[in-house]
Every structure is written in C-alpha cells, then in structure tokens.
Nanobody, 123 residues
C-alpha cells in the first residue's frame, strides 16, 4: 500500500520559514518524480514544485520561485519543501504527490497523493 505522509505545516508570520516533509512508503521511491501542490479555500489545486527521481531537475511555480526549494533524500524516502520568505498568499493545504510520468505541472499527471498539511501565514 502506497503512503505519502506530509508533515511540518503550521501557523507562521509573514517572512518566516517552514520546511515540509513528505515520507513515502510502499513504492520504489527512487524511480518516482515527486511534486508539491497546494489548495487554498475556494481555489483550485495548484502546482508548487517538483523534483525528478534522481533530484537532477527541479521545477517551480513562478509564484514561489526564489523562495521555495524542493529536495529529496532517496536513502530515507523523503522529499522536502523549504519555504522561505512566506507570504499570506502562501496559505493553503500543501499536498505531496508522486508519479512515474505525466505532465509535471498538472495534478492529473500524478498517481499518488498524501492527505495534506496546513500552512497558514499571518500578515
């Protein structure tokens, strides 16, 4: 059974940092691309960042480029999302997701999803 478990969310002030983690089990993690998406209340789920199976390539939404960093440690089946200079508009539930192939920026291009972790940024 595939499981993706997010952690690290919380309530912070604008300008603060958070690091999200996504722990995977039940799949050959080191052959999957992993992504982070987020969904704010009343809005559609949107792409945040992704990293290829070996970590050689990373992709970011324009809204987070330069502030967020995605990385992975295949030895412990975990992907991280370091979020710096957080803004109130970053407030959302953040989801970890994994795929063998498919469109990187589309939620439809992913096979497995975690339950999400809430990030709230106050102004």
């Amino acid at each position: 059974q595939v499981q993706l478990v997010e952690s690290g969310g919380g309530l912070v002030q604008a300008g603060d940092s958070l690091r999200l983690s996504c722990a995977a089990s039940g799949l050959m993690f080191n052959i999957y691309r992993v992504g982070w998406f987020r969904q704010a209340p009343g809005k559609e789920r949107e792409f945040v960042a992704a990293i290829t199976w070996g970590g050689g390539s990373t992709y970011y939404a324009d809204s987070v480029k330069g502030r967020f960093t995605i990385s992975r440690d295949n030895a412990v089946n975990t992907v991280y999302l370091q979020m710096d200079s957080l803004k109130p508009e970053d407030t959302a539930v953040y989801y970890c997701t994994a795929a063998r192939s498919g469109v990187i920026w589309s939620s439809g291009g992913y096979d497995y999803w975690g339950q999400g972790t809430q990030v709230t940024v106050s102004s």
